[in-house]
């Protein structure tokens, strides 16, 4: 009998051992594309995990890190100072991409070649941030976004095993020239990001770094490999396309910041002309002006010193857009003319210089719409200060 019953327990024992393999190769993972949209939320593309159950009965979900809460308590405020905590989501496949279908939008699927311990470890590093205490995290468009927490979980999963193919880069590429690529359709939005971002993300990012965008993201899983498991193998075994849509024709609308602010350009260069040939100032152009760009100046100092934005921090866009312009406003608008106001004009050249010389040495980036602005100011700026208080002149 004892020896009839090891036998029944070595039955059991290697049906068992054969049957564990193939329990841990019951799921497909995949990373998820999504080609960028027609708004500003969604013009850089989406990424996101997608766990299938092999069978007929197995679940099909997919792990969205890309997703947040509209009722958060003071939501816009948290969202313009850079406390908006984002969320891990789980929905199933068919949802997914029923609302990518519905906007026209194309998917793509890389299915990858994990083992089957790196496919436990996955699964048990996602249900764990799934959790409620854990499923929200601290948003950052470059560091910390759908993208990189993907990223991350497969590192997390795969460990030193997992290899970036970071040998050969075509281009260097700074992250406000990643980000250009996507919003340059959108020139209205391209502007308000240079405004907004500071110089840090003047800097060239490395491979990895450019992972915070989805398409980058995919083509690093495409050159990435496994070693130290097994045989070295790519990271990709196969790739699909889920959805697929014609590419739809992109052009820059006829009132783009380029137009409208070469019109002001030469609007300011026809006031300053005639009022010289009159011996006038036309101060009410420089109130508008001046009080456009010190509420900018407002923001630009709001996102640098009041938020927790990463990459708003050391914005040279402040020596332009200024928020002491309003004092000139109100100077300007004195009845009697005080000593500071033809000295701030001065200043506000200075600076204005000052900006242009930031950007030719590339210590930051800006716009390429704001040229006409700056030759505004610094005509402007000049105009009055050696005029501001003639006895020949009028102010308007």
Known sequence: MAIKNKIV??????????????????YEISLLTCEPGDQLYSSFGHSAIRVREIGSEGQDLVFNFGTFDFQTPNFYGKFATGKLDYMLSVTTYADFILEYDYYKRDVREQVLALSSDQIDYLLQHLWAQYDPARRFYRYDFFFNNCAT????AFEIAIGDALVWDDSVKVEEKTFRTL????????????LGIDLALGSVIDRDATEREEQFLPDYMEAAFAKATIQGDGPSRPLVRESRVILEYPEKESSMDFLNPYVIFWGVAVLFTLITFIGYKRKRLFI??????????GVLGIV????WFLTDHSATKWNWNILWAF????????????????????KYLLFALIMADAA?????????????????????IILRTN?????LGGKSLKAA
């Open 179 to 190: 980000i250009d690529e996507y919003v340059y359709p959108l020139p209205w939005a391209d």
């Open 149 to 152: 927490k993907i990223r991350d």
């Open 300 to 303: 630009v100092a709001f996102l």
């Open 383 to 387: 105009y009055l200060y050696y005029n």
């Open 284 to 293: 009410g152009f420089d109130l508008g002006l001046f009080s456009i760009l």
């Open 356 to 376: 242009v010389v930031f950007w030719i040495l590339g210590w930051q980036s800006l716009h390429p719409s704001l040229i006409p602005i700056l030759l505004v």
């Open 323 to 342: 928020p002491g312009h309003l004092a000139l406003v109100w100077g300007l608008t004195r009845k009697e003319l005080q000593p500071w106001v033809r």
């Open 9 to 26: 327990y070595l039955f059991f024992f290697l049906i068992f051992m054969g049957l564990a393999p193939a329990k841990a190769q019951v």
